[in-house]
């Protein structure tokens, strides 16, 4: 009888392929040559661990720095996209004008793209899979009855939505959708997630914006999030498969730049898994939209949308985009007007852009204007100057409609938060990253607000 024994006898390290070794050897007679053949083919296989680079693989940068603020961002950001770029799988990437960093040390910056070769990275795409924006035109109506009725329709904030089984059947009547949520392993766990999230936008920089087109004074609302506590679920999972995969093929890589190889059955489950989150996405985009259209009793002129925080497939690469808008229209394959939404800040109008792949920015824009600071930093400034967070809002948004869903402002998403505007939009043009077609004019947003209170204004 041939046993695990015996195959270390004859110089074999155990390992994982043992027990498909042994199943072969648990029918016949085997010689010892014969038992040496099926090991060896089973040693050839196995994965050879693989060592970060010495030094980092270049990259291209669209971003000049101006001031102290962005001299020691725009160092962050150097410095943590150089560690990303030491990952063994990293064939190139760029950098954005609104990069910021995110994390610690060689976790890949907001406003990076980092382009891999057969291999999905889940954090840099992060937990919030498929963070994007949907714009509707609303034709000739009021922007405030637009606002307020979207204000009663969607949910900002922590956790589900309250009555979702109200909603829960938008899901379970896209069959091709539900079902696949539901056979994927990524995904079937968590279907329940899926349905009690539909028409709940999250927090942080998550919006509702009402504008009117520059060109045409059309009314449009834009909705940004991501795939909520569905998405979220997913990439845990996704981490730690590509965990498993780390400590065997690269255990000298960082955690944060696990990956999961494409060429195994992990990772085309895990690609699928992604085209499921972003079809979950779209669908809780257009699902609010549509009950806003329907409330209104209005008609669509125009609408699309784009991901700014995803991961997209061209052959062999795999180009992780966090918080950057991919330009070219095969990455977009749902949006064949080749037009782009890019948010700045409340107090600033959405640009809708066109743009072409170059050699600089591999065919991605800036998703926003990023930030120079922390949150915290942001807030002690305010802080400094002794004067209320009414007062700061109504200087910094004058004349517009800004609405915070808990009913408590979140003064870290005020403009001041964020990089300067004027100078983000400069920068698309210096560096060739999408012409401006047209410009949603603000007139009033909704956003999550601070979380302690949970209201809902009628």
């Known amino acids: ?87 063994p799988t990293v064939v190139t990437g760029t950098i954005m004008p609104d990069a910021c960093p995110t994390g610690e040390l060689g976790q890949i910056p907001v406003g990076g793209v980092v382009v891999t070769r057969n291999a999905i990275h889940p954090s840099m795409h992060s937990a919030d899979i498929c963070c994007s924006v949907m714009a509707t035109n609303f034709g000739d109506v009021n922007p405030k009855e637009l606002l307020n009725i979207a204000n009663s329709i969607t949910q900002f904030g922590a956790g589900g939505r309250k009555g979702y089984t109200d909603w829960s059947h938008i899901l379970t009547d896209n069959r091709i959708l539900f079902e696949g949520i539901l056979s994927n392993y990524y995904t079937k766990d968590y279907v329940a997630i899926a349905m009690k999230h539909l028409g709940t936008q999250g927090a942080s920089n998550h919006f509702l914006f009402v504008g009117r087109s520059e060109n045409t004074g059309d ?64 669908l809780n985009h257009s699902s609010l939209h549509n009950k806003v259209l329907d409330k209104l009793k209005v008609t669509s002129k125009d609408n699309f949308w784009n991901e700014h925080n995803f991961v997209f497939k061209r052959g062999d690469l795999f180009y992780h985009a966090k918080g950057a808008t991919p330009l070219t ?90 990089k300067n505007a004027e100078e983000v939009q400069r920068q698309i043009e210096q560096f060739g990253l999408g012409t401006v077609m047209d410009r949603i004019m603000p007139y009033g947003c909704i956003m999550a607000g601070k979380q302690e209170i949970y209201w809902k204004k009628k």
Request: aromatic share 10%; charged share 25%.
């Open 1 to 87: 009888m041939i046993t695990g024994n015996t195959l270390i006898g004859l110089g074999y390290e155990p390992a994982e392929w043992f027990g498909d070794a042994l199943e072969v050897f648990s029918n016949g007679e085997w010689s010892e040559e014969g038992i040496r053949s099926v090991c060896d083919v089973y040693v050839a296989n196995i994965p050879r661990t693989v060592e970060p680079f010495d030094e980092a693989v270049p990259f291209y940068w669209n971003l000049e720095v101006l001031g102290a603020d962005e001299d020691e961002n725009g160092l962050q950001v150097f410095n943590t996209m150089k560690e990303v770029m030491k990952t």
């Open 329 to 418: 229209n095969d990455f977009v394959p749902d949006n064949h007007c080749g037009r782009r939404l890019i948010p700045l800040n409340m107090a600033q109008p959405i640009l809708i852009v066109k743009g072409e792949e170059t050699e600089t920015n591999l065919g991605f824009a800036p998703h926003g204007a990023g930030r120079n600071i922390s949150r915290s930093e942001h807030r002690r400034r305010l802080d400094s100057k002794n004067i209320s967070a009414e007062e700061q809002i109504a200087l910094e948004t004058e004349g517009l409609d800004v609405r915070f869903y808990s009913g408590k402002a979140d003064t870290s998403e005020l403009p001041s938060a964020y």
């Open 219 to 282: 009314v449009w609302m834009v909705t940004h999030h991501g795939s909520r506590g569905f998405g979220a679920s997913v990439y845990k999972k996704g981490m730690d498969t590509a965990e498993k995969f780390r400590r065997k093929l690269s255990p000298n890589t960082l955690k944060r730049n696990a990956w999961i190889p494409f060429e195994e059955k992990e990772g085309r489950l895990y690609w699928e898994a992604l085209q499921l989150v972003r079809e979950w996405t779209k």
